[in-house]
């Protein structure tokens, strides 16, 4: 059964000046009618933030940073902290992807992200993926080790602050073609929901959003949504145009 599906658009460094990112919210405000029933988060480059997120002020759409430093304040030049992004006006955070791991993002430094995410009342979006898949299922390994470190900064008790999206590296950033199919999505959405049971309450578990990313457009989203048994999706390239974007919305909407 699909709840409200939640849709968050990871612009990377597609997006870049004032002026695409002005024309982009603007027209998503104006199309809003089109997607109601569907979250909608839009996360920009730290430069664009404070635009973006006083552009989207008084609509249903949230903000998220692409990720938040790893450190709380003080002496670090060039880093960006959660309670910074926070105060700009985002509600959410990416941490942990894929192409900041490969720039040697560690499981340590996931976690420091996550804790500061959390301190300051933002909303962690946690990305897991492995980088290829193998004939014997190493790639669980993968998805356990990191699922597993990143739940070891949330209270096991609690209700947690976490979005999980799975995004496996070998589906991101092609065509809907070469995304993930419905049938081992919906392996991967159970595993890391017994994962998730493992270290949280069952109730809380199950109440944590589960998205995928890598390669989601508006002809497979609808498909992977029902099939795929997740909650929503991580858009990247199809997320840097606004027309391209709204058809997904609308494809998950009905
Ligand atoms: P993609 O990127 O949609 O371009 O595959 C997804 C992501 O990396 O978040």
């Not at 404070?50 to 880093?79: C, D, I, R, Y």
């Not at 980088?131 to 669980?140: K, L």
């Not at 496996?168 to 993930?180: E, Y």
Request: hydrophobic share 45%; aromatic share 8%.
């Amino acid at each position: 059964m699909i709840k409200r599906p939640l849709i968050v658009a990871n612009w990377k460094m597609y997006v870049n000046t004032p002026e695409e990112a002005k024309k982009f919210t603007s027209s998503l405000r104006r199309k809003a009618r089109s997607f109601g029933g569907v979250d909608v988060v839009i996360a920009p480059s730290f430069t664009l933030l404070p635009l973006v997120a006083a552009a989207l002020k008084g609509s249903s759409v949230k903000v998220s940073a692409q990720s938040v430093s790893v450190f709380e304040t003080g002496a670090h030049t060039g880093e960006v902290a959660a309670a910074m992004v926070k105060s700009f006006g985002a509600s959410y955070s990416i941490v942990g992807h894929s192409e900041r791991r490969a720039q040697g993002e560690t499981l340590e430094m996931v976690r420091a992200q996550i804790k500061h995410a959390a301190a300051a009342g933002l909303v962690t979006i946690l990305c897991i993926g492995e980088s290829e898949r193998d004939q014997a299922g190493a790639y669980f390994t993968t998805i356990v080790e990191q699922l597993r470190s990143a739940l070891s900064e949330f209270k096991k008790d609690s209700t947690p602050k976490l979005v999980v999206a799975y995004e496996p590296v070998w589906a991101i950033g092609k065509s809907a073609a070469d995304a993930m199919k419905g049938p081992e999505l919906r392996e991967m959405s159970i595993f890391i929901k017994k994962t998730l049971a493992e270290h949280f309450e069952r109730k809380a578990a199950m109440r944590t959003p589960i998205l995928y990313g890598g390669s989601v457009e508006a002809s497979n989203a609808r498909a992977l949504l029902e099939e795929g048994d997740v909650a929503g999706f991580l858009v990247g390239h199809a997320s840097a145009e606004v027309e391209s974007f709204v058809e997904i919305l609308k494809a998950v909407k009905k």
